[in-house]
């Protein structure tokens, strides 16, 4: 009895670390970059979380409509067609840097390549560094609806 009590203490300890290991390794991100699947729904729609019935203003998913949004296949943001809420899903994009790029890009017209992006105010080479592989630019001659 008292070798179990004297092992059950650090196999416990071990399990512990394992499990809290595992969780801090399950959070990590590739490159530096926290990946996500998850883009804002459509204005207008709200969506319902199954444990809380609580309402929430974004979905976990897009919604089909969703498809046409300034997201492309693998799930980078296109620039010059994304709204605040979308922008304000790139990390280190909050609701005034958000502003601040919607306000360059309606005061200097649409961005020339994702890299212009560090012409506005606050934005630099990390936060740049952090979000080059999540956005881009449409080139303006293929597409003329802009």
């Known amino acids: 009895m008292q070798k179990i009590r004297t092992l059950l203490f650090p196999a416990l300890t071990l399990c512990f670390l394992l499990v809290m290991g595992g969780f801090f390794l399950g959070r990590r991100s590739v490159g530096g970059v926290l990946l996500t699947t998850?883009?804002?729904?459509?204005?207008?729609?709200?969506?319902?979380s199954p444990a809380s019935g609580e309402t929430h203003d974004r979905a976990l998913s897009p919604?089909?409509?969703a498809a046409a949004s300034?997201?492309?296949?693998?799930?980078?943001?296109?620039?010059?067609?994304?709204?605040l809420d979308e922008l304000m899903t790139?990390?280190?994009?909050g609701e005034a840097r958000?502003?601040?790029?919607l306000d360059y890009r309606?005061?200097?017209?649409?961005?020339q390549?994702?890299?212009?992006?560090?012409?506005?105010r606050g934005i630099g080479e990390g936060i740049f560094g952090k979000l080059r592989d999540l956005?881009?630019?449409e080139d303006c001659h293929e597409n003329t609806d802009h």
Do not use: W
Not at 106 to 111: C, K, L, M, V, Y
Not at 115 to 120: E, G, P, Q
């Open 106 to 111: 309606a005061e200097n017209g649409p961005f």
């Open 63 to 65: 919604a089909p409509e």
């Open 135 to 137: 956005i881009y630019v």
């Open 98 to 101: 958000a502003k601040l790029i």
């Open 113 to 120: 390549s994702a890299s212009d992006l560090m012409r506005v």
């Open 38 to 48: 998850q883009h804002p729904a459509p204005p207008g729609t709200e969506t319902q």
């Open 90 to 93: 790139l990390p280190g994009i």
């Open 70 to 83: 300034c997201f492309d296949a693998q799930g980078r943001l296109e620039l010059n067609r994304a709204s």
